[in-house]
């Protein structure tokens, strides 16, 4: 800013030798800059490095506008924001000019006349790059009038003046986004009528409001965002509209749990109590699993998609959670439980569209059911798998000289045995830390399962662990879990074998447990 302090007319400008060009080619020079010095074109996005942004990057050194395609939750306007990152810090302008008359080449009477008259002495203001960045989501109450603008019936009585004449016009978005980057959101949305209205402007350079033609070359990149349900739930994009587009980029979900966490980890609210609160890795993942099993569930949308926005959410939400107890049981500090991700239900009934809207199973059950789940897929990947344990048979009788095959040991036999001993566990939301851990250290064998897998586990660590090693063998049937309001209770399969119904383990395999 000190370097262009001095440059306040358009004859310090000549003087400073200051080239003018178009905001298509700026993106396109500063990109060619960062790719060469190997510098990170787009911060904070994450999981697109060899998708999305390498296609990105080729259509703004083709110098096209783009259209962005992909499910709710995708960061394409992200995207579209992070692009003012290419621009050059500060571009100069004609000082009270409406559309960011370039000096060198104004484009509007009311530059064109100050040129004229001022020459040299034209006075200059100085843009920056985080101003040139305009957005408009596009809602089918959109007009021209908004985007584009309008006659003003009084500026031209006033000055009399013809209809046709551009100094009685009201600019709209566009016009005064000229030489800035400029984004419809959900573009599907917006009106055919509408979509029509810019197509001049993506293509001739001109604008034409109520039949009236007027010249009007503005330099502006348009970035288009959509998603494709909308192509068939509420509009589409018109085919001339879509020739006028350069590019197309198909965004996608994060491909792996590890990108999901970077990305949660960027974009959840910094709490407060944040800092009192410990989450353990483990719960970092049982996170994004939700996410990923809500896509591939087949009680919800796939068309409507799930947005990232529902792991950040829970997220804040499993941070509250844990933050409510903290303050009700008077401590300084805590960590995550297991009995925490029951706050999660809100996030996840908020942000899920269920194929049918009217059946059986809620948002409620469904969530519930996509927490099980993700217990249930994350539980194999930190212990063994319970199935292959049910999968033991005792060993059949064998010729007399025959030597007796050794079974492999169940790993979660002592624990069976505790619950089906008639011992019950109860862990309430409203229990200390330590008196949790006093319960759960009564579960024989729980407490050892944990360290042998985990040995080098803090204390707040294997205390999630420990838990979560219940809600595991839950979910595979072999103890029962029964959730109550602010009260998890845990107890043998056969004790609560009523209410079992079908769930699948059949007399060998409860035996194998015993």
């Given at each position: ?14 003087k ?8 298509k ?21 994450h ?61 509007s ?34 007009t021209?009038a ?23 016009i ?46 009007l ?134 942000k899920?569209e ?6 059986q ?33 005792s ?11 050794k ?24 229990m200390?830390d ?16 944990v360290?042998k897998h ?30 109550i309001?602010g009260?998890?209770?845990?107890n ?17 395999a ?5």
């Amino acid at each position: 800013m000190s370097e262009i302090s001095n440059i306040l007319t358009l004859g310090a400008l000549k003087k400073a030798g200051y080239q003018s060009k178009g905001i298509k080619d700026e993106l396109r020079d500063n990109l060619r800059k960062k790719i060469m010095n190997d510098e990170t074109t787009f911060e904070g996005v994450h999981g697109f490095e060899n998708t999305v942004i390498p296609e990105l990057e080729r259509a703004i050194l083709s110098r096209h506008n783009i259209n962005l395609l992909g499910l709710r939750g995708q960061a394409k306007t992200r995207i579209a924001r992070s692009l003012t990152n290419l621009l050059d810090e500060y571009i100069p302008i004609v000082e009270g000019s409406e559309i960011n008359d370039d000096p060198m080449a104004p484009i509007s009477y009311y530059a064109k006349d100050l040129v004229v008259k001022e020459g040299d002495k034209t006075p200059l203001a100085w843009v920056h790059r985080s101003e040139r960045f305009s957005e408009k989501l596009a809602t089918p109450d959109v007009t021209v009038a908004d985007l584009i603008g309008d006659v003003d019936p009084i500026k031209a009585a006033n000055l009399k003046l013809s209809y046709a004449d551009e100094r009685v016009i009201h600019f709209g978005m566009i016009p005064r986004a000229n030489r800035c980057i400029f984004v419809i959101n959900e573009l599907p949305d917006l009106q055919a009528r509408i979509q029509v209205s810019l197509f001049n402007i993506l293509q001739e350079g001109d604008v034409q409001i109520r039949g009236f033609k007027i010249r009007l070359p503005l330099d502006v990149n348009f970035v288009f965002t959509a998603n494709p349900e909308d192509y068939t739930n509420r509009g589409s994009i018109v085919t001339p509209l879509k020739d006028r587009i350069g590019s197309q980029i198909i965004t996608h979900y994060p491909k792996t749990i590890d990108l999901a966490k970077e990305i949660t980890s960027q974009e959840v609210m910094k709490q407060d109590q944040s800092n009192a609160i410990y989450v353990p890795e483990l719960a970092k993942t049982l996170i994004e699993q939700i996410g990923f099993e809500a896509r591939d569930n087949e009680l919800i949308d796939a068309k409507s998609g799930v947005s990232a926005r529902m792991s950040i959410t829970m997220y804040e939400n499993l941070i509250s959670g844990a933050t409510y107890r903290m303050l009700t049981t008077q401590q300084k500090e805590t960590s995550v439980r297991m009995l925490d991700f029951m706050a999660i239900i809100p996030a996840i009934t908020g942000k899920v569209e269920l194929v049918y809207e009217g059946e059986q199973e809620g948002p409620y059950e469904v969530a519930l059911n996509l927490l099980n789940k993700s217990i249930r897929t994350i539980f194999v990947t930190y212990f063994p798998n319970p199935d292959d344990v049910k999968k033991r048979k005792s060993p059949k009788k064998s010729a007399a000289n025959a030597p007796e095959q050794k079974q492999p040991e169940n790993p979660y036999a002592s624990i069976a045995k505790w619950f089906d001993a008639g011992n019950h566990l109860d862990l309430f939301l409203d229990m200390k830390d330590e008196d949790k851990m006093i319960e759960l250290y009564k579960v024989d064998g729980l407490f050892g399962i944990v360290k042998k897998h985990f040995p080098q586990a803090g204390e707040k660590q294997a205390a999630l662990l420990m838990e979560f090693v219940l809600h595991g063998l839950s979910s595979y049937s072999i103890i029962s879990k029964k959730m109550i309001d602010g009260k998890i209770e845990f107890n043998d399969m056969m004790g609560s074998m009523i209410n079992l119904g079908d769930m699948g383990m059949d007399d060998d395999a409860f035996n194998d447990y015993a």
